[in-house]
């Protein structure tokens, strides 16, 4: 018999939790590993539990601005990040994407939905509605193409301060997250990072990781 598929909940409104939680159990290849609320100690739960995939609600990624993705991401890496109950907005989802998600579910999903996601990102695939295929694969080709292969020898030329920011960006870090790592204020950090971006040709902060590892200045 094949091992069950460990699933971790994390949701702020607790009748979800629940209902998630009771749709799964009924299932035989499921294995719910935990369920809770967006709290602290979460990330390391997840961690220290085997989870293979984890479900978040959609009120809790945009509490903690989609810090909690690669925080995890750090802790566990092998845990696949499912996002329910989303908007279809391409930005939310192309943030949710940048951040590390690899499934995405809309409001209007079904219980089987669910279960076919969960079902296909542990089996290593990923999901997203139909809709937002295309301004996915418009953003690829768009980073992918942005950059003049005529500058790819060139230095990026970052202030010793920019410089700084790559590595701290690279963990996921909020700006007010950097500010304070820093010492610095929050508008401060906004100011440095939108002067790298222009200085870099880059459209937003996960270009800039790409562009700066890509020429050997982070690694």
Not at 125 to 137: D, E, G, K, Y
Not at 182 to 196: A, C, D, F, G, P
Request: hydrophobic share 45%; charged share 20%.
């Amino acid at each position: 018999m094949s091992a069950k598929i460990s699933v971790f909940l994390v949701a702020g409104n607790r009748l979800l939790r629940e209902a998630l939680a009771r749709l799964l159990s009924k299932r035989g290849d499921f294995d719910v590993c935990g369920v809770s609320p967006c709290v602290p100690e979460v990330t390391s739960s997840i961690a220290t539990l085997g989870t293979d995939v984890l479900i978040l609600d959609s009120i809790t990624v945009q509490l903690s601005d989609y810090a909690l993705i690669p925080e995890i991401a750090k802790q566990a890496p092998n845990v696949k990040v499912i996002l329910i109950d989303m908007e279809d907005d391409p930005e939310v989802f192309l943030e949710c994407v940048r951040a590390g998600a690899v499934g995405y579910l809309l409001k209007d999903a079904s219980s089987a939905d669910v279960i076919s996601a969960v079902r296909s990102v542990a089996q290593g695939q990923a999901i997203c509605p139909s809709q937002l295929s295309m301004p996915l694969f418009r953003t690829v080709a768009r980073q992918w193409t942005s950059v003049p292969s005529s500058q790819i020898k060139l230095e990026l030329g970052l202030t010793r301060r920019q410089q700084q920011l790559v590595p701290l960006i690279a963990q996921g870090l909020t700006n007010k997250e950097i500010a304070s790592h820093l010492n610095l204020s929050e508008q401060t950090v906004k100011n440095h990072i939108h002067r790298m971006l222009r200085r870099v040709g880059a459209s937003d902060r996960l270009q800039v990781i790409d562009l700066t590892r890509y020429r050997g200045v982070f690694r």
